[in-house]
């Protein structure tokens, strides 16, 4: 038994109330029903405690070493009556254990407390706020219902939806014609798909969960992609965050930049070839057909323009971008087709790099969201994507967590990312403009500091993107990173039809394209 150290101890008495559990626990053993689930309480006989010294596990799953350590708080020596409040079968699902408990006596509970051992990292949880981690994959809805027992129906639904959507996408034919011709059979043959592209995120989200932490946890990273969740396809929700929440987080090793050296390889060890630096003026067509395109050097922009032919011709860019290209009168039809489109938000991206393993100070998460603190629900989303630097919710993201191969070992690079918009930036002089970015970076550099004391005494370096370096750099409207917003009106067939291509051979590709 080791003694936790003095520091942990100051800790933990300042964050011990924010240990105190979400639901009351003895309704599992007063109550017959919880979220729709009939209850029983059995006792399975005395628990003897020779020395007062304990740890909960499941031995079959858990309990992985004999030499793991007892909590730090002490319990009662003696022997005492063992209960388990069982979730009755139902649905033809088995009995299952939804809680246990040892009587000490028949007092009245004055209040629980969370078991420690007294080396948890106690950094998470901040007072006055209210925190919690979500671990990915399968573990994330074993501990969502853990924690949130009163939601629990909705919960599972929750993830059910998700899996119905998946299989049924997969199972959706990819031909253009036998899509067509099944399309007025996809309410019979794709209910789930159907159903959940007519739907908005946040009205769904509003019906089917009561607690607003609950739906604050379930949407935390939504600004990776929206804004708005009343705006937000339920599909596209539901496709991206099951994406997480189902099969856990992927990266690559060495960051996308990896990616991107490994397609070039691959590409001209086919025979191919990859010219960087090349910025294309005109698509070339002939009698309505793609055959090319003409570009300049950007390196060297005396250079006459140079032209290259072929049969397909795929545009990354987007797609108002790719309408400037085109002769008319494809121009003129691109543009009609994808005017009245409405592009997404952009994002704020501050780059960090410290000289020092963040996990030493306590940033033991990959990604941590910062949110609101004046924020109370998810009808105030939007707003808060326009609130104030002091206030507006942020992820901060800990390379160092994963194997990133980003940087030297024993130094991190991390990213504080938030909301951004391009009208913000706009009509700044460049001095202007310089300035805003550091106030901004200050501000939300003081609240990382807030959240994890002594930090910022380990940063090196920092940069910060905004919406217009996004612009810059893409040339992409509104400076977004997102193409055309998710919305219902913008998904789908409409999306598709309004994004095809109006010229042979040539095919859209990028956050534009028909799937976005």
């Known amino acids: 038994f080791m003694q936790p150290t003095k520091e942990w101890l100051e800790k933990w008495k300042k964050v011990k109330d924010k240990l105190q559990p979400s639901s009351n626990l003895e309704d599992y053993f007063t109550l017959k029903e919880i979220a729709g689930k009939e209850l029983d309480v059995i006792d399975i006989g005395p628990c003897s405690i020779p020395t007062g010294e304990f740890l909960v596990r499941d031995p079959l799953v858990y309990l992985m070493f004999r030499t793991q350590m007892p909590y730090f708080q002490k319990i009662p020596a003696g022997e005492f009556r063992t209960e388990l409040a069982v979730i009755k079968a139902s649905d033809g699902d088995c009995d299952r254990y939804a809680a246990a408990r040892l009587k000490f006596n028949d007092n009245k509970i004055a209040y629980y407390e969370e078991a420690m051992i007294g080396q948890e990292e106690l950094n998470d949880i901040k007072k006055g706020d209210y925190s919690y981690v979500l671990p990915e994959g399968s573990k994330a809805k074993r501990q969502l219902i853990q924690d949130f027992p009163e939601e629990a129906r ?3 639904g929750f993830f059910t939806t998700i899996e119905k959507l998946y299989k049924q996408m997969h199972r959706m034919p990819r031909g253009k014609w036998f899509s067509r011709l099944l399309y007025p059979l996809m309410p019979l043959l794709y209910p789930t798909v159907v159903k959940t ?4 995120a946040g009205e769904w989200l509003d019906k089917q969960f009561k ?7 379930l949407t935390a990273n939504l600004g990776y992609y929206t804004d708005d969740p009343y705006n937000l396809s339920l599909m596209y929700f539901l496709v991206a965050q099951g994406s997480y929440l189902t099969g856990g987080g992927h990266f690559i090793k060495g960051g996308s930049q990896t990616l991107s050296n490994y397609l070039v390889r691959f590409i001209k060890q086919r025979g191919g070839q990859v010219l960087t630096g090349k910025y294309v003026e005109e698509i070339l067509i002939e009698n309505n057909r793609a055959v090319g395109v003409a570009y300049r050097d950007t390196f060297n922009r005396a250079a006459p323009m140079e032209r290259l032919y072929a049969d397909t011709v795929v545009a990354n860019a987007a797609q108002p ?3 400037q290209m085109l ?4 121009r003129s039809m691109l543009q009609q087709k994808v005017g009245k489109l409405k592009p997404a938000c952009s994002l704020l991206s501050i780059y960090l790099g410290f000289d ?3 996990k030493t100070l306590g940033v033991t998460r990959y990604s941590t969201v910062i949110l609101n603190k004046n924020k109370n629900s998810l009808k105030e989303m939007k707003a808060d994507a326009h609130s104030t630097w002091s206030e507006r919710s942020f992820t901060f993201v800990n390379y160092g967590v994963i194997d990133s191969e980003l940087c030297p070992e024993g130094k991190t690079v991390g990213v504080i990312c938030t909301t951004d918009y391009l009208s913000d930036w706009e009509g700044l002089s460049p001095e202007a403009y310089h300035t805003q970015k550091e106030v901004v970076a200050q501000t939300l550099l ?3 500091e807030a959240e994890y004391p002594t930090i910022l005494s380990h940063l090196e370096y920092y940069e910060v993107a905004t919406a217009k370096t996004i612009q810059r750099y893409t040339l992409n409207p509104e400076g977004t ?6 919305s219902i009106d913008q998904m789908g067939p409409a999306r598709e039809k309004a994004t095809a291509s109006p010229v042979k051979n040539l095919y859209f590709a990028s956050a534009w394209a028909p799937s976005g």
């Open 154 to 156: 909705a919960i599972e």
């Open 197 to 200: 592209s007519r739907l908005n």
């Open 211 to 217: 607690d607003e932490h609950l739906k604050s946890i």
């Open 321 to 323: 971008i790719v309408a």
């Open 327 to 330: 002769p008319e009168p494809q």
């Open 356 to 358: 020092t393993d963040l």
């Open 446 to 448: 003081a609240r990382l």
């Open 481 to 486: 990173a997102y193409g055309y917003v998710q």
